[in-house]
């Protein structure tokens, strides 16, 4: 018999930011704006962020802003790196889809594998910045 693990995500909205999150958030974005980024999602209507956990340890984060009641764009999403490649990125996305069938995010080559391998439609962006090509991936669960 095999014990089963306690996971799950609830809304972060604590004024002041967890140190896992501010750690999750820093892989999402640069470390600098961290503290920025979180402050918009607590300020911001349409903006929400969540926390998944595993066993009572913050392991993941996953931020969207909705555009309307069945579209998100993904904003961050990030996993610890020693949780990587556990499906938790995967869980994070069916559950923000279970309230948003239609999802949208725009990332860089690091990050595009995941969401080609989740099922997202991938556009390249060309070289939004100097050297560096952007994606637009979409999915539609409808």
Do not use: W
Request: charged share 25%; aromatic share 12%; proline share 2%.
């Amino acid at each position: 018999m095999t014990m089963q693990k306690v996971m799950f995500m609830k809304e972060v909205n604590s004024k002041t930011i967890h140190p896992a999150i501010q750690k999750l958030l820093s892989f999402a974005t640069s470390e600098f704006k961290v503290n920025q980024e979180y402050e918009r999602y607590l300020k911001s209507l349409n903006r929400k962020l969540y926390s998944f956990e595993v066993e009572g340890v913050l392991v993941g984060c996953i931020g969207i802003e909705i555009i309307n009641v069945n579209e998100c764009e993904i904003k961050h999403i990030a996993v610890s790196s020693d949780q990587r490649g556990k499906g938790i990125g995967s869980k994070m996305i069916n559950y923000v889809n279970d309230k948003y069938p239609l999802i949208s995010a725009e990332t860089d080559n690091d990050a595009v594998g995941f969401y080609r391998n989740y099922g997202f439609k991938i556009t390249s962006l060309g070289e939004k910045y100097p050297g560096v090509e952007r994606f637009l991936c979409k999915f539609n669960s409808k």
